[in-house]
C-alpha cells in the first residue's frame, strides 16, 4: 500500500494545482469555468494527450524521442499526400499517415534497441532526416496539404452529447494504453526494462523487441496526432510539430512519470497534459505578452517538480 | 613507461582525434572544391560561422561530463544576445559595463540551473528544459521585436583576423588555453569528471560532487553567454528567435557527441567538442562548393549528421561482453 501511496503522490498534487489553476482562472473570468469553455480546453488538450501516449512509453523505458516533432509533420504530410491521390486514397489517407508514423518508430527503436545508439542522439538525427525528406517532398513551399473531410471530422466536429470526436479519440487511445500497461506482459515488460534492462534481459524478457514496440506505438500516435492537428487547422504545414516535443515532455514528467524510466501511471500523464493546457489558458486569458508566458510556465514546472519531483540523494 | 603513457593518451583521445581526421579530410575538400583562391576572408568566414557553435559545444560538454545535460544552453545564447543588442554600443566605458553584464547574466543562469539541479535534485534534463522557457521569457522581453544596436567598433575588433588569423578562433584558443585546460586539472574539475564517471563512489572518496556539479552548469552558462555576445557582434543586432536557440541546443549536443565525449559521463572534453562543431560546420559549406541541389540540402546534412552522431556514439563497435548492452 505505500508503494502505491507514493506513486499516486505526484498525481495528487498535479490535480491539485488543476484546482488550482481553475480557480484563478475563475476570478479573471468566470466564463472560464464554463462547460463550453472547458470541453474546448479538452478538446485542444486532446492533440498533446494523444501525441504525449506514446511518448510515455518510451520515457518509461528511461529513453527519449526528439524526433517527435517531424514525425507529427511527416505523419499529417504523408496522410494528406495520400489523400490526393483520389477517393481511395482519401478514405486511406489517416491509416497511411499512422503507418509512416510506425515505420519511424520502428527505426527509432531499431537504432537504440540494436545499434545501441543513445535514444536521444539517434531521434536527434531521425529528426533532421525527416526534416530532409519533407523539405524535399514539399519542394521548399507549401503544396496542396488540405485535411480531408474526414481529419476535420474527427479533429473539430462533435457528435454524442456533444463532446468534441478528439476527446473521444483521445479517451480510446487513454483506456487502450491504459490497459496495456497495466494488465499485459508487455506492459509489465516495459516498467522492468525502464528499471533494469539487463535484469528484464536475463529474466528472459525479449527487451529489443518490446523497445521497438514502444518506440513503434510512439511513432502512430505522434503521426495520429499530426492528422488531427491536420483536421483542426485544415491543413499540414511545415513545423507544426515543433510545439508540441517540449510540452509533451512537460506533461509527462508532471505527472508523476520518472525521466529516468521505470516509475510513472498513464492517468499521470492525462493529468499533466491538462494541467499545461489549462495553465497555458489561463495565461493567455490573463493576456499575458508572450515573454510572461514563457517564465510563468518555466517557473511553475521548476516549482512543481521541486515540490513532488526531487530525487534521491547519492550517497553511495 | 612512456610508450605506455602516450599509447594509454592515444586510447583516451581516439573519439577527439577521429573527429579531428574526419573535419581536416572534410575542411580540405572544402578549400580544394573552393571556386575563389584561399584568402583570409574564406578562413575568416568559416571560422565565425563556427565559432559560436564551437562555444556553445563547449558549453553544453561541461554538464554531460557530469552526466547531466543542459538544455537550456540555445535559451542562454538567445538571452546574451538580446541584452547585448541593448547593452553593448555607446562609449567604450559603456561597451565594457555591457559585455560584462552579458557575461554575468550567463554565469548566473548556469548558477540557478546547477542549484536546481543538485540542491533541487531534480533531473538536469527537465530542470534546464524549464529554465531554458524562463530565460526564453527574458530574452523576449528584452527585444520583443528583432533589432538593437551592437557597437560596430568591438564588431569589426573581433569578427575579422588578427595576424593573419581569424580572431574568434584566437578567441576559441583563448578559451581553450586559459578556462579549459586549468578548470580540467583543477580539483573541481576533476571533480565533475569522477561525478559522471561514478558519483557515489565519487562522493564516498570525499569529492565535493555538489561543488563540482554546480560549477559545471555555470561553466555552461558562462560559456553560452559568450556565444551569444559573439552571435550579437556577427550580426550586429538580437533576436529572441526560439528555433534558433532550440536548434543551436540540440546542435551542441551533437557536437558533443560527434567529438568524442560520452553522454553517460566521464570522458570526453572541450577539444573533441570544439572539433565535433566544426565538423558539423562544415557539412553545410561543403555542399555549397559541391553544388548540391538547395532541396536536397537538409536531406544530406540530416543524412551525414544521422551518421556521424551514430558512429560517435555506437557503442555496439566498443563492447567486450553481451550484457554490457543493456547497462
Redesign the interface.
Known amino acids: 500500500m505505500i508503494a502505491i501511496k507514493s506513486i499516486d503522490k505526484p498525481i495528487l498534487i498535479a490535480s491539485g494545482f488543476i484546482v488550482v489553476v481553475l480557480a484563478i482562472g475563475s476570478t479573471i473570468n468566470t466564463s472560464f469555468i464554463s462547460p463550453t469553455y472547458l470541453l474546448q480546453q479538452l478538446q485542444v488538450a486532446a492533440f498533446l494527450g494523444i501525441i504525449a501516449s506514446g511518448m510515455m512509453l518510451v520515457i518509461l523505458l528511461g529513453q527519449?524521442d526528439?524526433s517527435l516533432p517531424w514525425t507529427v509533420t511527416t505523419g499529417a504530410m504523408m496522410a494528406t499526400a495520400v489523400a490526393r491521390l483520389g477517393p481511395w486514397g482519401e478514405a486511406l489517407a489517416i491509416p497511411a499517415g499512422m503507418l509512416c508514423g510506425l515505420a519511424i518508430g520502428i527505426v527509432n527503436g531499431f537504432?537504440y534497441a540494436?545499434?545501441?545508439?543513445?535514444s536521444?542522439?539517434?531521434t536527434?538525427?531521425?529528426?533532421?532526416?525527416?526534416?530532409?525528406?519533407m523539405?524535399?517532398y514539399t519542394?521548399?513551399f507549401a503544396p496542396q496539404t488540405q485535411a480531408t473531410p474526414l481529419m476535420q471530422f474527427i479533429a473539430v466536429q462533435k457528435s454524442v452529447l456533444g463532446v468534441p470526436n478528439a476527446l473521444y479519440i483521445w479517451i480510446v487511445v487513454t483506456v487502450v494504453l491504459a490497459l496495456m500497461l497495466r494488465t499485459t506482459p508487455f506492459g509489465r515488460y516495459v516498467f522492468a526494462i525502464g528499471n533494469r534492462?539487463?535484469a528484464?534481459?536475463?529474466s528472459g524478457v525479449r527487451?529489443r523487441s518490446v523497445i521497438v514496440g514502444c518506440f513503434a506505438v510512439n511513432g502512430v500516435t505522434a503521426a495520429l496526432g499530426g492528422v488531427m492537428l491536420t483536421g483542426y487547422s485544415t491543413k499540414a504545414y511545415q513545423?507544426m510539430g515543433?510545439a508540441y516535443l517540449?510540452p509533451a515532455?512537460?506533461a509527462i514528467?508532471l505527472g508523476g512519470t520518472?525521466?529516468?524510466g521505470g516509475k510513472g501511471q498513464y492517468i499521470g500523464t492525462v493529468i499533466g497534459v491538462i494541467l499545461i493546457v489549462l495553465l497555458q489558458s489561463m495565461l493567455s486569458v490573463m493576456q499575458m505578452?508572450?515573454?510572461?508566458?514563457?517564465?510563468?510556465?518555466?517557473?511553475v514546472?521548476?516549482v512543481m517538480?521541486?515540490v513532488y519531483?526531487?530525487?534521491?540523494?547519492?550517497?553511495? | 613507461m612512456k610508450a605506455r603513457d602516450a599509447r594509454l593518451r592515444l586510447a583516451q583521445n581516439t573519439g577527439p582525434l577521429l573527429a579531428l581526421g574526419v573535419f581536416v579530410a572534410m575542411f580540405g575538400l572544402f578549400l580544394y572544391e573552393h571556386p575563389r583562391q584561399i584568402s583570409v576572408n574564406v578562413l575568416t568566414t568559416a571560422s565565425n560561422k563556427a565559432v559560436v557553435l564551437a562555444l556553445v559545444a563547449m558549453a553544453q560538454t561541461v554538464p554531460v561530463l557530469t552526466r547531466g545535460l543542459d538544455l537550456s544552453v540555445g535559451s542562454v545564447m538567445t538571452m546574451a544576445t538580446c541584452i547585448s543588442s541593448v547593452l553593448v554600443n555607446g562609449s567604450p566605458g559603456h561597451i565594457a559595463f555591457g559585455v560584462v553584464v552579458v557575461l554575468l547574466a550567463g554565469l548566473a543562469a548556469g548558477a540557478v540551473n546547477g542549484a536546481i539541479v543538485v540542491i533541487g535534485r531534480i533531473q538536469p534534463i527537465i530542470a534546464t528544459l524549464a529554465t531554458g522557457a524562463v530565460y526564453f521569457g527574458i530574452a523576449l522581453l528584452l527585444r520583443p521585436s528583432p533589432g538593437g544596436d551592437v557597437s560596430e567598433g568591438l564588431s569589426n575588433a573581433l569578427t575579422y583576423a588578427t595576424f593573419g588569423i581569424p580572431t574568434t578562433f584566437l578567441l576559441l584558443v583563448g578559451v581553450l588555453v586559459f578556462l579549459w585546460l586549468p578548470f580540467r586539472r583543477s580539483i573541481v574539475g576533476r571533480g565533475c569528471y569522477a561525478a559522471g564517471s561514478a558519483e557515489g563512489a565519487a562522493y564516498m572518496s570525499g569529492v565535493a560532487v555538489g561543488r563540482s556539479k554546480i560549477v559545471a552548469y555555470m561553466f555552461a552558462g558562462l560559456l553560452s553567454a559568450l556565444a551569444g555576445l559573439l552571435l550579437s557582434l556577427v550580426a550586429l543586432s538580437g533576436e529572441a528567435s526560439a528555433p534558433q536557440g532550440g536548434a543551436y541546443t540540440l546542435n551542441s549536443i551533437a557536437a558533443v557527441v560527434v567529438g568524442g565525449s560520452s553522454l553517460f559521463g566521464g570522458s570526453g572534453g572541450m577539444v573533441g567538442s570544439v572539433i565535433g562543431a566544426f565538423v558539423l560546420r562544415t557539412i553545410g559549406d561543403l555542399l555549397f562548393v559541391f553544388d548540391a541541389p538547395p532541396l536536397w540540402q537538409p536531406l544530406f546534412e540530416g543524412v551525414i549528421l544521422l551518421g556521424a552522431v551514430s558512429l560517435g556514439a555506437s557503442r555496439v563497435l566498443r563492447i567486450k561482453n553481451r550484457l554490457e548492452l543493456f547497462t
Open positions: 527519449i526528439l537504432g540494436w545499434l545501441r545508439i543513445p536521444m542522439i539517434f536527434l538525427g531521425t529528426n533532421a532526416v525527416l526534416q530532409g525528406l523539405v524535399l519542394g521548399g534492462e539487463s528484464a534481459y536475463l527487451t513545423g515543433d517540449l515532455i512537460a514528467v520518472s525521466i529516468l505578452p508572450e515573454a510572461g508566458r514563457q517564465i510563468i510556465y518555466g517557473v514546472i521548476v517538480l521541486l519531483g526531487r530525487g534521491a540523494k547519492v550517497h553511495s
